[in-house]
């Protein structure tokens, strides 16, 4: 764990684990870290050229992808732009060492209480620096959840992770029309081309495991392990 975990974790029992996770998201963020950590451990060096549910990335390019969302969230505490950030080549015998140096800069980014109300804004959302902070988890735990699936692995994933990542999922994208969404923030961004990374949310069972719940909503099919688009 990271030098997050030092932060309280105590709930007012009035405080619903989301409201709670919106005002200070560190301790979820230590446990995305952990998850993180664990499959990127298990990947083998012959996977590394293995498709992934995430469409044109192979297993190494969603391993700098997974790092480059570490550094973004690093990027956002220090007070910069997260979207300037580039994805860094890594040696393939060092993704698990990479991982780690880059969760230590999300945490020493994020250590001062003072960036969580700071406002901040990205594309999609807008907010406090917790609010914000916290939309991140869908991204990094749903692509943790491709590269798990590219590599056989089936984690016991982490309830308080999967539920907070849930949570945030919803808050910034809609059930349909994500196209319309993304066109809408490619052209405020004065972009030609639209990149839609969530497809539309996949139907599945309300009583499902909450980690298909997740990825289903982030427009991947649980059963089959592939992206919707």
């Known amino acids: 764990m990271t030098g997050l975990s030092r932060h309280n974790t105590a ?21 995305v870290l952990a998850v ?35 550094d973004r969230i690093a990027t956002l505490g220090n007070g910069g732009d997260p979207l300037s950030v580039t994805e860094a080549p890594v040696d393939d015998d060092r993704w698990s060492h990479a991982w780690l140096r880059a969760g230590r800069r999300a945490a020493a980014a994020w250590s001062d ?35 798990a699936t590219a590599t056989g692995q089936r984690p016991d994933w982490d309830d308080a992770v999967v539920a907070a990542a849930l949570e945030g999922a919803r808050r910034i994208l809609p059930a349909e029309n994500r196209r319309a969404l993304y066109e809408q923030i490619s052209a ?36 089959r392990g592939s992206r919707a688009i």
Do not use: K
């Not at 406002?119 to 914000?132: Q, T």
């Open 11 to 31: 709930m007012n029992t009035a405080t619903s684990p989301a409201d709670h996770n919106l005002t200070d998201p560190r301790p979820i963020l230590d446990r």
């Open 36 to 70: 993180g950590a664990f499959v990127i451990a298990g990947v083998r060096p012959e996977q590394l050229t293995n498709p992934t549910p995430c469409t044109g990335m192979d297993v190494r390019a969603l391993l700098a992808h997974l790092i480059g969302a570490l």
């Open 113 to 147: 209480d003072a960036v969580l109300g700071q406002p901040m804004a990205l594309p999609w959302i807008e907010g406090s620096g917790a609010e914000v902070l916290a939309s991140y988890f869908s991204e990094v735990t749903v692509h943790t959840w491709d590269l």
């Open 188 to 223: 405020a961004r004065g972009f030609d081309e639209v990149a839609v990374p969530f497809a539309e949310a996949v139907p599945i069972a309300g009583d499902a495991p909450a980690i298909d719940r997740l990825v289903a909503w982030c427009g991947r099919d649980p059963g």
